[in-house]
C-alpha cells in the first residue's frame, strides 16, 4: 500500500523541457499522500517545482540527501568541514575546472561562464559571483554555520577525469565523490545518501509510513540504494543498468512522463 511518494527531478521527474507536464501534474494530483523531492539540487531550485505541484509545504530533501528542510527547519543535515573545502577547491582549481559551492540557500560560482549559465538555466537560480579566495575566506569565518553541503567540480571531461581520481585518493573516505555526468562531479559529505535521508524524514515527520510504503523514482546511480529500500522503487526507461536492477518496477522515459505512466497504471490498485 502506497502511503508516501518520492521522486529524484533531473532524468525523472522533469519532461524535455526541464519542467513538469501537464500529465504528470495531474496525475501527482490525483494521489494523496504525501509527496517529497528528493535531489542533488539546491533548495531553491526546488520551489518552483513544488509550487507547481501544490506541495509548498512539504519537506525537501536536497544535495542528494545531505540536507533535509520542512519549511525554515532543518531536520537533518552532514556538512564538507572547511579543511576538506580548502583541500577540494585546490584540487578543482589545480585542473582548471569550475569550482561550485554550496550551502542551505547558498551558491557561490568564481564567474558567469558557461557551467554557471547552464545551472542557472537549469535550476532557475542564480548564483551569487565571487572570487574563490572569498568564497573560501566566507566559509572559513562561518564555520559555526557548518560547511559545504555540496561542492560541484564542472568541466573537460578529461582533466575531470585527473581531479576525481586525485580527490578520491586524498580525501575518498571524507567526502562522497560522484559522477552525475562525464563533466560534472558533485562531492557531498561522506555518509550522503537518499536513503538514509529518506529514512531520516519517515522517522521525524511520518513515523507512520514504512519504507515498504513508499514508491520512490530514480534513473542515476545517486538513486539506486533509495529505489532498493523501498517498497516501490521504479527506474524510468533511461536510468543507468545498476539502477534498473535495484527497481522493482521499470516505466517509460524520463521524456515521455515515465512518473505519470507508471501512476496511472499503477496507484490505484496499490492504494
Same mark, same amino acid.
Given at each position: 500500500?502506497?502511503? %508516501?511518494?518520492?521522486?529524484?527531478?533531473?532524468?525523472?521527474?522533469?519532461?524535455?523541457?526541464?519542467? =513538469?507536464?501537464?500529465?504528470?501534474?495531474?496525475? =501527482? +494530483?490525483?494521489?494523496?499522500?504525501?509527496?517529497?523531492?528528493?535531489?542533488?539540487?539546491?533548495?531553491?531550485?526546488?520551489?518552483?517545482?513544488?509550487?507547481?505541484?501544490?506541495?509548498?509545504?512539504?519537506?525537501?530533501?536536497?544535495?542528494?540527501?545531505?540536507?533535509?528542510?520542512?519549511?525554515?527547519?532543518?531536520?537533518?543535515? =552532514?556538512?564538507?568541514?572547511?579543511?576538506?573545502?580548502?583541500?577540494?577547491?585546490?584540487?578543482?582549481?589545480?585542473? +582548471? %575546472?569550475? &569550482?561550485?559551492?554550496?550551502?542551505?540557500?547558498?551558491?557561490?560560482?568564481?564567474?558567469?561562464?558557461?557551467?554557471?549559465?547552464?545551472?542557472?538555466?537549469?535550476?532557475?537560480?542564480?548564483?551569487?559571483?565571487?572570487?574563490?579566495?572569498?568564497? %573560501?575566506?566566507?566559509?572559513?569565518?562561518?564555520?559555526?554555520?557548518?560547511?559545504?553541503?555540496?561542492?560541484?567540480?564542472?568541466?573537460?571531461?578529461? =582533466?575531470?577525469?585527473?581531479?576525481?581520481?586525485?580527490?578520491?585518493?586524498?580525501? +575518498?573516505?571524507?567526502?562522497? %565523490?560522484?559522477?552525475?555526468? *562525464?563533466?560534472?562531479?558533485?562531492?557531498?559529505?561522506?555518509?550522503?545518501?537518499?536513503?538514509?535521508?529518506?529514512?531520516?524524514?519517515?522517522?521525524?515527520?511520518?513515523?507512520?509510513? +514504512?519504507?515498504? *510504503?513508499?514508491?520512490?523514482?530514480?534513473?542515476?546511480?545517486?538513486?539506486?540504494?533509495?529505489?532498493?529500500?523501498?517498497?516501490?522503487? &521504479?527506474?524510468?526507461? *533511461?536510468?543507468?543498468?545498476?539502477?534498473?536492477?535495484?527497481?522493482?518496477?521499470?516505466?517509460?522515459?524520463?521524456?515521455?512522463?515515465? &512518473?505519470?505512466?507508471?501512476?496511472?497504471?499503477?496507484?490505484?490498485?496499490?492504494?
Amino acid at each position: 500500500m502506497i502511503q %508516501l511518494f518520492a521522486t529524484d527531478i533531473d532524468g525523472t521527474l522533469l519532461d524535455t523541457n526541464r519542467f =513538469l507536464s501537464d500529465r504528470t501534474r495531474q496525475e =501527482l +494530483g490525483k494521489l494523496l499522500v504525501p509527496k517529497i523531492l528528493i535531489s542533488a539540487r539546491m533548495p531553491q531550485a526546488m520551489y518552483y517545482l513544488q509550487e507547481a505541484l501544490d506541495i509548498i509545504n512539504a519537506p525537501l530533501i536536497c544535495y542528494n540527501g545531505a540536507l533535509v528542510l520542512h519549511g525554515s527547519d532543518v531536520l537533518y543535515e =552532514l556538512s564538507i568541514p572547511y579543511e576538506e573545502i580548502e583541500k577540494l577547491t585546490e584540487i578543482g582549481q589545480e585542473y +582548471g %575546472l569550475h &569550482v561550485a559551492l554550496y550551502r542551505n540557500q547558498e551558491w557561490f560560482v568564481p564567474a558567469m561562464d558557461q557551467w554557471a549559465k547552464r545551472e542557472e538555466h537549469n535550476t532557475r537560480v542564480t548564483p551569487s559571483v565571487e572570487e574563490t579566495s572569498v568564497t %573560501l575566506n566566507y566559509f572559513k569565518q562561518t564555520q559555526d554555520q557548518g560547511g559545504a553541503h555540496k561542492i560541484m567540480f564542472m568541466g573537460d571531461e578529461v =582533466l575531470m577525469d585527473a581531479a576525481f581520481a586525485k580527490a578520491e585518493q586524498l580525501l +575518498g573516505p571524507k567526502v562522497h %565523490l560522484y559522477r552525475s555526468k *562525464n563533466t560534472y562531479t558533485e562531492i557531498t559529505p561522506s555518509g550522503t545518501s537518499k536513503e538514509v535521508a529518506l529514512r531520516k524524514l519517515l522517522e521525524l515527520r511520518y513515523p507512520e509510513v +514504512g519504507m515498504k *510504503n513508499v514508491v520512490a523514482f530514480g534513473d542515476n546511480y545517486n538513486d539506486t540504494d533509495m529505489l532498493a529500500a523501498v517498497g516501490y522503487g &521504479v527506474a524510468v526507461e *533511461n536510468a543507468r543498468e545498476v539502477v534498473k536492477k535495484a527497481a522493482r518496477f521499470i516505466t517509460g522515459h524520463h521524456k515521455e512522463d515515465g &512518473v505519470a505512466l507508471w501512476l496511472e497504471q499503477n496507484a490505484q490498485k496499490n492504494a
